[in-house]
């Protein structure tokens, strides 16, 4: 008789034998328990087979990544349609295919270092050159004094050599232009963040980038609801619900992913450039064809539409991203 004081052996005989589930003890027949759903794989085994199911079933390389990825880029507006029709178990599932290409995306924009912003370093050839300060940028040094006392001393350093730096360049203006207002100590919190961030920001503009960089993938993600918002607004009264619109927005910011990504790994110049650039632009009439297949209205009404909705979700999205380069350091 087995013995009941060891129920990790009396899970791994069952799963051997294939009788029970080891999870919740009812009997299972197929490759899945119908009482909690857990699978039958066993992964106390060799860490490389275990690795290898890991990646599969995460991204779920298989043959519904290739059917998702015909319609995807070949059909476009095709696979929401598939979605709104419910047809879902052959095709990968909308956020995890997001997932699997914006990681992509990110991994190679991160290698190509394409947001790297160069040091700015401007500087006056001659004295007609020279930049002068005028009006709030004007500062005297007793009042630049007071103000550098004020500033925590980590930002003191940079404040002060931002401030030997030649008159006309364009960092030491944007500093005068915040001493010649108020000090530290006169602002708010909210204005001393930005003050503090603007000096970060100043004193090494590559910042922009890599701040850029690091809050893009989330800002896209968060900004997919705003994206299904907008087209609710143009595609009212079609009976379809926000979740529909929400997909849509994912598998078209999945084939932007995708073309970036491509355009990113080939050469730049001759032939291969022009091919390139290509994934760049085909961007937009993917955009309008897919509106155009999936919500049904005729090309001159998709078009205009398609206008509008880019420029609003540039107006709402832009602020966005600017002030995610100033609220994380």
């Known amino acids: ?16 034998d294939g009788g029970f589930c080891p999870n919740c003890g009812r009997e299972r027949t197929e490759d ?4 909690c759903g857990q699978n039958d794989r066993d992964y106390a085994r060799a860490i490389g087979s275990v690795a290898g199911e890991f990646v599969r079933e995460t991204f ?10 015909k319609l995807l880029l070949f059909k476009p507006g095709r696979l929401t349609i598939e979605f709104s029709r419910n047809r879902r178990a052959s095709y990968m599932s909308p ?22 912003s160069p040091e ?36 003191r ?5 931002l401030l030997d730096r030649p008159d006309g360049d364009p960092m030491k203006e944007g500093l005068l232009g915040f001493v010649a207002t108020e000090t530290p100590a006169e602002m708010n919190p909210i204005e001393r963040f930005f003050l503090f961030t603007a000096i970060d920001l100043f004193h090494n503009p590559s910042l922009i980038g890599e701040r850029i960089l690091g809050n893009l993938p989330i800002a896209m993600f968060f900004l997919l609801p705003l994206y299904a918002l907008i087209l609710a607004a143009f595609y009212s009264g079609r009976g379809r619900f926000l979740v529909e619109h929400l997909v849509f ?18 050469p730049r110049g001759g032939p291969i450039g022009l091919i390139s650039l290509g994934f760049l632009l085909v961007q937009y009439p993917y955009f309008v064809i897919a509106l155009r297949r999936y919500y049904g209205d005729g090309w001159i009404k998709t ?15 832009g602020p966005a991203f600017l002030v995610s380069v100033f609220v994380t350091g």
């Open 1 to 16: 008789m087995m013995s009941e004081s060891n129920p990790d052996r009396i899970a791994a005989d069952s799963t051997a």
């Open 32 to 35: 899945f328990c119908p009482q």
């Open 60 to 69: 779920e390389v298989d043959s519904r990544l290739i059917r998702t990825l």
């Open 95 to 116: 956020v995890r295919l997001y997932i699997f290409a914006s990681f992509l995306f990110f991994l190679v924009l991160s290698l190509s270092g394409t947001l790297d």
């Open 120 to 155: 700015i370093t401007l500087r006056a050839s001659s004295d007609q050159e020279l930049v002068e300060s005028q009006g709030p940028a004007d500062a005297s040094g007793e009042r630049v004094e007071a103000f550098m006392a004020e500033l925590p001393e980590e930002y």
């Open 157 to 161: 350093g940079k404040a002060r050599e």
């Open 249 to 266: 927005a994912i598998h078209v910011q999945t084939f932007v992913f995708i073309a970036y990504t491509v355009s990113l790994l080939l």
């Open 303 to 317: 078009v205009a539409k398609s206008i509008g909705m880019l420029v609003l979700y540039s107006v709402v999205s």
